[in-house]
């Protein structure tokens, strides 16, 4: 049976035995995927909306897009999280229809986008409305520099 929905986030359950995996799938009609416990305000913030991207099906903005793969969620999930800084809204998360995942704040004149293309490959983007500067970066497990560009949204 192929599952109708799934969840890339849920309410915190607990794991007592270390063997058991971080992350799984539940084989049932409307499956739930847990993933490791998030601490961010963030990441309650957007609970529901990772639950959706990860719903989509292939063709779900009316043509041919791919549905977001899991593992650029939870990969995006765990991002967001370690990103988390006092005194910013959590970022806008919006699929992509070559089944990416995009993270975007925009605040106080700068925009801040990662294209997550695949986990742990980051297109990195800060571009500065005022004087029209764009700064680009591809990343994949050393994101300072962002969190640097995260503060500056403060």
């Known amino acids: 049976m192929t599952p109708s929905a799934t969840a890339a986030l849920q309410d915190e359950t607990p794991v007592l035995d270390s063997t058991v995996p971080q992350v799984f799938s539940l084989p049932q009609a409307q499956s739930r995927v847990r993933v490791v416990v998030h601490k961010s305000p963030w990441i309650e913030h957007l609970k529901e909306r990772f639950d959706v991207i990860t719903s989509l099906k292939t063709g779900w903005d009316g043509y041919e897009g791919k549905s977001v793969a899991f593992e650029h969620a939870v990969?995006?999930?765990?991002?967001?999280?370690?990103?988390?800084?006092?005194?910013?809204?959590?970022?806008?998360?919006?699929?992509?229809?070559?089944?990416?995942?995009?993270?975007?704040?925009?605040?106080?004149?700068?925009?801040?986008?990662?294209?997550?293309?695949?986990?742990?490959?980051?297109l990195a983007t800060k571009i500065t409305r005022d004087s029209g500067q764009i700064e680009e970066h591809t990343l994949d497990s050393e994101f300072s520099l962002v969190a640097d560009w995260i503060k500056q949204l403060k």
């Open 75 to 122: 990969f995006a999930a765990n991002l967001i999280d370690r990103l988390y800084t006092d005194d910013v809204p959590p970022p806008e998360i919006v699929p992509g229809s070559d089944g990416t995942l995009q993270i975007e704040w925009h605040r106080r004149g700068l925009s801040v986008e990662l294209d997550v293309l695949e986990p742990y490959q980051v």
